[in-house]
C-alpha cells in the first residue's frame, strides 16, 4: 500500500508540473497574440492619421 501512495503522488506530482506548464505556455501565447493585435491597430491608426 506504501508503494501504491507513493507511485500515485509522484504520478500526481508531475501531472500537476506538466499542467502548470501548459497554462503557463497558453498564457504566453495569449500574450503574444495580444501584442500582436494591439501592434497592428496602432499601425492602422498611424495610416489614417
Do not use: K, P, W, Y
Given at each position: 500500500?506504501?508503494?501504491l ?21 497558453a498564457g ?7 501584442r ?14
Open positions: 500500500m506504501t508503494r501512495t507513493v507511485a500515485l503522488t509522484a504520478l500526481f506530482i508531475a501531472l500537476g508540473v506538466g499542467a502548470c506548464n501548459t497554462v503557463r505556455g504566453e501565447d495569449i500574450e503574444s497574440g495580444g500582436a493585435i494591439s501592434d497592428t491597430a496602432t499601425e492602422v491608426q498611424r495610416d489614417l492619421d
